[in-house]
Every structure is written in structure tokens, then in C-alpha cells.
């Protein structure tokens, strides 16, 4: 490493010549680049974290070309009044579709539903049953045939203990084709019980990836709502809108809220630690300078204090421009994960340059001149932090390799971004070194020679019993690693939104149904449809711990040719047939009822007659009806752990003729996000680890020092592990990203104390912690503070990455201040170091 840095000094040497072009040259790209930089959106779409490969990924692209796939929007109309809401929901319904938007040239809205019919559905009830529920219907009215003859016998005892099991699988039997009539057939009106609340539904013209779209919708929405005037129709009426959609928006915008928030904490809190420590550390330097030379008084220093940070941040802006820009080009948008990074790489980047400045003052207040300091400090400090530098970049670019992109995204651009700091910290800042310290900014003068800096060459206290208790603390927590738990609940993971949560206790007892979180199979043709109905109810019913609720298709329920059409004429034809027999003929039943209504059809039925609020979710974009097979979950998928069983069950179907189908919906993508990333994330771990070992291998060229190097790495990530233990903290598919990054930033003190200890000799470790020390000590900080941003946002899985890279960074900091030396210590003591 010592030879790039010696091959790579001539650029150096150039840009001290000539620091005005330099500077100028690097501002202008860097402005090129922001102006990119600042396209940059953050894709909230968790599908967009698995690759486009993907299948289940294909299929839910396909679902959302052909049906759309689009989150609706809610409208909830509440008053004691029911005619009232129902004449001003369909007002506003009729208002809602003539709203238009100018700057994509369409409505905000293509469709609304309120009002249903349903007499069509109620007279032609069994039509639209299943070949099953047929079969059921067909033998509970045989039953009651039965029931009703016996009964009639005068010589009739009726041994009911004897028939338990049977009457009540009977009452199954037609209890499910009730459940499927209330499904299929809804009140008119979509109303609470007590009729004081009823919901309008719309569905957005747009993509609810376009938030400019989403926040003008919901604004012009808002002035509709305002101009109608609820309290016209009803004194007491009150109207909220929103649901998911408005939840979507709301992600976004905190998200964002939470991106600025840490980047405007975290950068305030570096900038304050930089400027104090390096306005201390050069006073300290000055008055150690011959006392007729200090002819600067205490406020010239002030007034110099923010000169640090223009030195170190700019190359490190530039670098932070130049990193965004590429990412807008390769990548075009940020995800949930990489939003943050803006700030973590200034934490991260700042490091370099704090070990650059703070050696350059050093060998100015040893009396070198400008020059001779700037090469100085990029001779002595440019091998570690080449080293550390691309150690860590190295670490971050193994999670390119990775299918789940929150790894891969986050390691190209953190890794990318670490590069360009490197860059700009070892030859960009050397020209800002130069013009501010010529213009006078840096108040240096050489130490006075009656000042005597003498090595300290005490030994480490109690050197041997740190050892000692960190290998013991550390086998002890490698042994109860077991403990260590993985976050499964998305819904920990996820902030809560109050005006949310208020439009859905406000909107509740409304359309509640048991099915939810649906997963779509979008078949080829009528047959493939059939076969994957069958083999899905196959699996229901031979797996004791199914996920699957209920299968559905609307060609099971609207015949799709003649064939089929009569095959369930005559179902119908034969319960027509039972309903007239002379025993249940007179017999008053609500079940007989509807029945009896429901039996009339003896034709088979227009597709027109069949209303559009249950044509909807079985329709493609273009109003066609889809061969779509949804399957509905049997329990709340909120559990990462319920969310993959379901996807085993489900997400792929082979038919006999080998043809493979795979299931799409948000969870079983999410579900599938979630075992890419369990089944990576070791191996991402295992495979940065060995890339940062070689780089400190290649770089001593030494194994025993590269061990020493790496020990802040290795017990600061055994302590973390115990911290986390401690106190109940778990991984998650957020901070799970950032372990590797803490695996490459954690060697970074490491790598600077062995250099500086080797490089210092026998017997002064004192002066390498009163002078390397400080420099670790200060860059881990900037980068906790740049993580420690994200632990006030309001979103936990940001907050997540925020703790582990804090507490991560924090032991690895720790262990560098303490086991490191302290081994040292034992080795020296052993006669086993500088031989």
C-alpha cells in the first residue's frame, strides 16, 4: 500500500503547485453532479428490493399491468342521517370524476363505487355458486327432505345424540355457501350497522408512485370536500378520506421528514465536534509556540474556528456531490435503506479527512513549512487511510454481489461514496490546506523549543486482567449467541401514521371482511384456471397448518363456455326440483328463501348482468374480465414468519403439462424479500470479513499484525453481540444491511493504532494514543453522530440501523482504546512485538 501512496505522490505534489485550479476544477464537476443529484426519489415499493428476475417480482408486475394493481381511495361520509350521507356520497361521487388534472392531462379519478345492485345477483344467486357449493346445497336439501319425512312419521323417535356430528356437518355444509352468498351479495349500500356511516370508494387515474400526483390529488380532493359543504346536507356530518393511499403518501413524506431531520442533527452535531476539537487542539499547538511569536489574540482564533470545517467538509461535499450524481445515473432513485446514506457517508467521510488535518497540524507545529507538512502528512497518514478506506469500500462493494438490492444498492453507493472521499481527502484537501494556511485562516507556528514532548513510557495499566476479562466476556458471549433473534413482525418495523389510524377507527364497521391481503395467479387460459383451483384446495386440505383461507376464480362462479354453463343449469335445474318437494315445499326458512330465489335461472346469464363492483377485482385494465385465481390467507400476515409460510404454500404452482405459475401480492413479495435476505446476509458477513482480512494482510504483510489490527473488529462485534442480548435488541431486514458496513467501518481504528504502533517502536504506546488515539477517537464520533441521526427519526427500521451502527462503531472504539493496547502490552511484555 506504502508504494501507491508513493507512486500517487507526484498528483500531490502538482495540486500544492497549482490549488486554485484544483479547487476550481473539482467545485464545478461537483456542481454538475448535484444538479443530478437533487432528481434523486426514494422508492418506498419494498418489490423493488428483490431483483426483476425475481418470479414472484414478474408476477406482480404482470398483475399490475393487467389489473393495475392500484391501492383505492376511501371516502368516509358519517352523520345520524343515513339519507343524508347517501345523498352526498353520491354527490360527491359525481363530482369526484370531473375532477381534472391539468399537468398529466386526465382525471384525478376513473371510477367510483357506492351504490350496488344486487337484485340481478340475488335472483340468479346459485349461477354464480360453485360446482361444490352446488354439490352441498344439493345434499343439505336431501337431508332436510329426509329430516322433514321422519318428522312427519307418527312412529318418529328422535335419537339426537346419536346424529350430532352429522347435523352439524350438514349445518358446515351450508353454513360455507352462506358465507360465499353474503361475500358475493353485499347490502345495497356500503353502511355501517346503525347506518350513521357509509364509504364512497375511488380509484385513482394515476400511480401511486407519483407523488406529486398523490399530494395534488389529496389537496384538490380536500377544496372539493370544503366546497360541497357537509354541514348543508346535516348539521352533524363529518367526512374524512384517505385509507392506504393516503398512508403511502404519508410513508413518503416522513420518510423524507426523517432523511432531513438526521441529515440536519447529524451534520450540526459533526460540524460542532470538528470545529471544537480542532480550534482546541491548534490553541493548544499555539501557545506551545515561542511566546514573541503569539501575536494572535484568543478572538483571531475564534473567528477561526468554523476554518476546519471548510478544509475538511469541502472535499467532502464534492465527494458527496460526485457519489449522488453516479447514483442517479446508475440507479436513477434511492430506496428506504439508502436514503439515509447521505449523511452516514459525511460521518464516514469525514473520518479521513479529521486524520489528514489533524497530522498536518502536527507537522506544522513541529516547525515544517506548508509544503513540506502537506507531503509530510500524506506520507505518514495516506497509507492508513488508503488502507481503511478502501478496506472498508471493499466491504461494501461485497454487497453488490447480493440479489436482495437493499444490500446491493447500499453497497454500491456506500462504497462508491467512501472511494470518492478517499479521493478527495488526499488530494483535494491538500490544495484547500494550501491557500487557506497562505491566506493566514490557520494559525500555526512552530513549537517552542523549551517545550519538550517526551514519549510517555508507561506501561498500559492492568493490561493483563483486561485481556483477560474481554476474552472471557467474549467466549461467553460466542456461547449464548443462540440467543440472538431475528425481527419477524413487519408491523415493529413500520411507523405508526396517527391520521391514519384515525381514518381507520373513524371508517371502521364498514365492508369488514376475513379476507384480506388476497395473492393473485393470473393463468393463461380457462383450463390452467381450473387446474390451479384444484390443486390449491388440494394443498388446503392435506396440510393440518394451512395458510390458505379460500380459493377463488370468477370463471368457477361465471361459466366461461356452454359446456360448463349447462353442466350448472342443471345443479340448478335438480335444487329447483327438492325445493318443490311436498315435504319442504311450504316449509319457511330464510336459507329456503334464498334458495327459492336464487334457483330461477334457466339460462345461462349475460356477462352484462353481472354488476361491476363484483366484476372488479377479477378485471383487467382494459374491463375484460381476467383468469385471475386469488387465494386469501387464512391469518394476518403481519408475521414475517405466517407471511413465509404462505408463500411456500402458494407462491408456485406446476400443472400437469409442466407448466409453472407463481403467485403475486405485496406480502409474498415481502415474504420473499425476507428469506433472500436470511439466506444472504450470512454469507455477505462471512464474505466482507475475509475481503477486510486480506486487505490488512496485504497491507502489513505480516499475519501477527494483521491479528492485532483486526481485534477492535472482532470483540467490538462480540460485545455488540452481548449489548444486544442484554437489552432485548434484534436483528431486522433494516439493520441487517448495515452490519457489514459496521464490519468494514470497525477496522478502520484497528488498522490506524497497529500502523501507528508498529511504525512508533518498542515501548510507545502512550504517544500513539495521545496522538492516533485522539484522531480514532474523534472520527469514531463523527460517524456515530452521523448514524446517531437516524435514532430520532420516526420511522423504527431507520431507528434500528441508527443503534446497531452506534453501539456497533461505539465497541469497536472501546475495544481499540482498550484490549487493543492492552494486548500489545501482554505481547511486549512477552517479547513478542518489533522483532
Known amino acids: 500500500m506504502h508504494k501507491i501512496i508513493s507512486f500517487l505522490q507526484p498528483i500531490v505534489q502538482f495540486n500544492i503547485r497549482h490549488p486554485f485550479w484544483v479547487v476550481a476544477i473539482s467545485v464545478a464537476v461537483a456542481i454538475f453532479a448535484g444538479s443530478f443529484a437533487v432528481k434523486l426519489t426514494v422508492d418506498t415499493d419494498i418489490a423493488n428490493l428483490l431483483p426483476s428476475t425475481h418470479p414472484n417480482v414478474q408476477a406482480l408486475n404482470q398483475l399490475q399491468e393487467q389489473a393495475g394493481g392500484e391501492t383505492e381511495m376511501r371516502v368516509a361520509i358519517k352523520s345520524p342521517d343515513f339519507e343524508a350521507n347517501v345523498a352526498f356520497a353520491e354527490l360527491l361521487a359525481e363530482e369526484s370524476l370531473q375532477l381534472y388534472y391539468p399537468r398529466r392531462d386526465f382525471n384525478f379519478f376513473n371510477r367510483a363505487e357506492f351504490k350496488r345492485d344486487t337484485e340481478v345477483l340475488k335472483d340468479n344467486a346459485l349461477y354464480l355458486a360453485t360446482t361444490s357449493e352446488l354439490q352441498e346445497i344439493i345434499e343439505f336439501l336431501e337431508d332436510e327432505i329426509e329430516i322433514a319425512r321422519q318428522e312427519a312419521n307418527p312412529f318418529f323417535v328422535d335419537f339426537l345424540d346419536d346424529f350430532d356430528d352429522e347435523e352439524e356437518e350438514e349445518e358446515r355444509n351450508i353454513d360455507r355457501f352462506q358465507d360465499s352468498y353474503d361475500e358475493l351479495i353485499p347490502p345495497e349500500y356500503p353502511a355501517s350497522d346503525d347506518s350513521t356511516l357509509v364509504i364512497l370508494t375511488l380509484y385513482p387515474t394515476g400511480s401511486q408512485s407519483d407523488i406529486r400526483y398523490l399530494e395534488d390529488m389529496f389537496e384538490v380532493y380536500a377544496g372539493l370536500i370544503s366546497r360541497l359543504d357537509p354541514a348543508s346536507f346535516h348539521p352533524d356530518m363529518e367526512v374524512q378520506f384517505g385509507g392506504r393511499l393516503k398512508r403511502h403518501l404519508n410513508e413518503f413524506e416522513s420518510i423524507m421528514d426523517d432523511v432531513f431531520n438526521s441529515f440536519a442533527l447529524g451534520i450540526s452535531s459533526v460540524i460542532l465536534l470538528v470545529m471544537f476539537y480542532f480550534w482546541f487542539k491548534k490553541l493548544v499547538n499555539y501557545r506551545r509556540g515561542a511566546s514573541n511569536k503569539q501575536r494572535h489574540s484568543l478572538f483571531q482564533h475564534i473567528i477561526r474556528m468554523p476554518v476546519p470545517i471548510l478544509i475538511i467538509g469541502i472535499p467532502l461535499v464534492i465527494s458527496l456531490m460526485w457519489t449522488f450524481g453516479i447514483t442517479y445515473f446508475h440507479l436513477g432513485v434511492l430506496n428506504t435503506m439508502t436514503s439515509v446514506l447521505f449523511v452516514i457517508l459525511f460521518g464516514l467521510g469525514i473520518d479521513y479527512g479529521i486524520h489528514f488535518y489533524a497530522r498536518y497540524i502536527e507537522f506544522r507545529a513541529s516547525g515544517d513549512g506548508v509544503e513540506q507538512s502537506v507531503l509530510q502528512a500524506y506520507q505518514k497518514?495516506?497509507?492508513?487511510?488508503?488502507?481503511?478506506?478502501?478496506?472498508?469500500?471493499?466491504?461494501?462493494?461485497?454487497?453488490?454481489?447480493?440479489?436482495?438490492?437493499g444490500f446491493s444498492e447500499f453497497g454500491f453507493i456506500a462504497g462508491t461514496g467512501i472511494l470518492l472521499a478517499l479521493f478527495c481527502m488526499l488530494f483535494i484537501l491538500p490544495a484547500l490546506l494550501v491557500i487557506f494556511d497562505r491566506w493566514r485562516w490557520i494559525l500555526l507556528i512552530k513549537r517552542s523549543d523549551d517545550v519538550v514532548l517526551e514519549p510517555a513510557i508507561r506501561r498500559y495499566p492492568y493490561s493483563r486482567q483486561i485481556v483477560i476479562f474481554g476474552v472471557l466476556i467474549s467466549v461467553i458471549v460466542l456461547s449464548l449467541s443462540w440467543n440472538l433473534k431475528f425481527e419477524y413482525q413487519f408491523g415493529n418495523l413500520e411507523p405508526v401514521f396517527e391520521e391514519y389510524e384515525q381514518f381507520?377507527?373513524?371508517?371502521?364497521?364498514?365492508?369488514?371482511?376475513?379476507?384480506?391481503?388476497?395473492?393473485?395467479?393470473?393463468?393463461?387460459?380457462?383450463?390452467?384456471?381450473?387446474?390451479?383451483?384444484?390443486?390449491?384446495?388440494?394443498?388446503?386440505?392435506s396440510n393440518p397448518n394451512t395458510m390458505i383461507h379460500d380459493v377463488e376464480a370468477l370463471q368457477e362462479r361465471f361459466p366461461p363456455n356452454q359446456e360448463l354453463a349447462n353442466e350448472k343449469l342443471q345443479y340448478i335445474a335438480e335444487v329447483r326440483r327438492l325445493l318443490q318437494n311436498s315435504f319442504i315445499v311450504g316449509q319457511e326458512s330464510e336459507t329456503l328463501d334464498i334458495l327459492r330465489r336464487g334457483s330461477q335461472t334457466t339460462e345461462p346469464l349475460n356477462e352484462d348482468l353481472i354488476p361491476e363492483f363484483l366484476k372488479n377485482r377479477f378485471t383487467t385494465r382494459e374491463g375484460e374480465i381476467g383468469r385471475f385465481v386469488i387465494v386469501y390467507p387464512n391469518q394476518g400476515l403481519s408475521d414475517g414468519l405466517k407471511s413465509i409460510a404462505f408463500k411456500d404454500e402458494i407462491s408456485e404452482v406446476t400443472l400437469e403439462n409442466g407448466r409453472?405459475?407463481?403467485?403475486?401480492?405485496?406480502?409474498?413479495?415481502?415474504?420473499s424479500m425476507l428469506e433472500l435476505m436470511r439466506a444472504e446476509s450470512p454469507y455477505m458477513v462471512a464474505a466482507t470479513?475475509?475481503?477486510?482480512?486480506?486487505?490488512?494482510?496485504?497491507?502489513?504483510?505480516?499475519?501477527?499484525?494483521?491479528?492485532?489490527?483486526?481485534?477492535?473488529?472482532?470483540?467490538?462485534?462480540?460485545?455488540?453481540?452481548?449489548?444486544?442480548?442484554?437489552?432485548?435488541?434484534?436483528?431486522?431486514?433494516?439493520?441487517?444491511?448495515?452490519?457489514?458496513?459496521?464490519?468494514?467501518?470497525?477496522?478502520?481504528?484497528?488498522v490506524h493504532l497497529a500502523?501507528?504502533?508498529?511504525?512508533?517502536?518498542?515501548?510507545?504506546?502512550?504517544?500513539?494514543?495521545?496522538?492516533?488515539?485522539?484522531?480514532?477517537?474523534?472520527?469514531?464520533?463523527?460517524?456515530?453522530?452521523?448514524?446517531?441521526?437516524l435514532l430520532f427519526t420516526n420511522h423504527p427500521g431507520l431507528q434500528s440501523i441508527g443503534v446497531m451502527a452506534v453501539v456497533g462503531i461505539g465497541m469497536t472504539l472501546f475495544t481499540a482504546l482498550t484490549f487493543l493496547p492492552s494486548m500489545v502490552q501482554v505481547l511486549e511484555d512477552k517479547k513478542m512485538m518489533h522483532d
Open 381 to 405: 497518514t495516506g497509507t492508513a487511510i488508503f488502507v481503511s478506506a478502501v478496506t472498508t469500500a471493499s466491504a461494501l462493494f461485497v454487497l453488490m454481489f447480493a440479489d436482495f438490492r
Open 689 to 750: 470479513f475475509v475481503i477486510v482480512f486480506i486487505f490488512i494482510y496485504f497491507s502489513f504483510g505480516n499475519l501477527r499484525w494483521s491479528l492485532i489490527a483486526l481485534i477492535p473488529l472482532i470483540i467490538g462485534l462480540l460485545w455488540l453481540f452481548g449489548i444486544m442480548m442484554i437489552f432485548g435488541l434484534k436483528f431486522n431486514f433494516y439493520n441487517l444491511v448495515v452490519l457489514p458496513a459496521v464490519l468494514g467501518i470497525g477496522c478502520d481504528n484497528g
Open 504 to 541: 381507520r377507527e373513524f371508517a371502521s364497521g364498514v365492508n369488514e371482511s376475513s379476507r384480506r391481503n388476497p395473492a393473485y395467479i393470473i393463468a393463461d387460459n380457462d383450463d390452467d384456471v381450473f387446474e390451479v383451483l384444484e390443486i390449491l384446495r388440494e394443498r388446503q386440505r
Open 755 to 789: 500502523h501507528r504502533f508498529r511504525d512508533e517502536g518498542k515501548k510507545n504506546m502512550w504517544e500513539v494514543l495521545r496522538s492516533t488515539g485522539q484522531h480514532i477517537t474523534i472520527g469514531s464520533f463523527t460517524t456515530m453522530m452521523g448514524f446517531a441521526g
Open 660 to 671: 409453472v405459475y407463481h403467485a403475486a401480492s405485496t406480502s409474498i413479495v415481502a415474504a
